[in-house]
């Protein structure tokens, strides 16, 4: 009972306020044109960056991610279960998982899927792609 109502009030905390992450691009990829902005650990003894100087670009660290119960959610708060046939659906919980049809899926099967979901009122992700 306890696990949920942390659950709750974490997935509320996040909602309203939305911790920002800084942009994590690589040093020097503003300057250099060589320079790609993927992420790269700068491993330089003088890095400003690795040194973690106050006025530069912020380094991603373990502190930055979601909370562990919120980790590997959608944004609107459910499990996504990737589906590819209509026999799917049975072993899935609506109040916590949403659905995201397959991309190989076809329309005919598409068009199954999406009846039953309906029939069961489990949400859709991908309803028309």
Do not use: T
């Not at 974490?10 to 990829?29: M, Y």
């Not at 992420?39 to 912020?58: C, E, I, T």
């Not at 502190?63 to 799917?88: C, T």
């Amino acid at each position: 009972m306890g696990f949920i109502f942390i659950q709750k009030r974490l997935e509320c905390e996040i909602r309203v306020n939305p911790r920002k992450k800084p942009k994590f691009i690589r040093p020097a990829s503003k300057f250099l044109k060589r320079v790609k902005e993927s992420w790269r650990r700068p491993r330089g003894l003088q890095s400003k960056v690795r040194r973690k100087f106050a006025d530069r670009p912020k380094m991603p660290s373990v502190s930055w991610g979601a909370p562990v119960v919120l980790r590997g959610l959608h944004p609107s708060g459910f499990k996504e279960v990737l589906v590819y046939n209509p026999k799917d659906l049975d072993k899935v919980n609506p109040k916590k998982e949403a659905i995201r049809i397959a991309s190989r899926v076809g329309k005919k099967k598409r068009k199954e899927i999406l009846e039953k979901a309906k029939k069961l009122k489990i949400k859709v992700l991908n309803p028309n792609i």
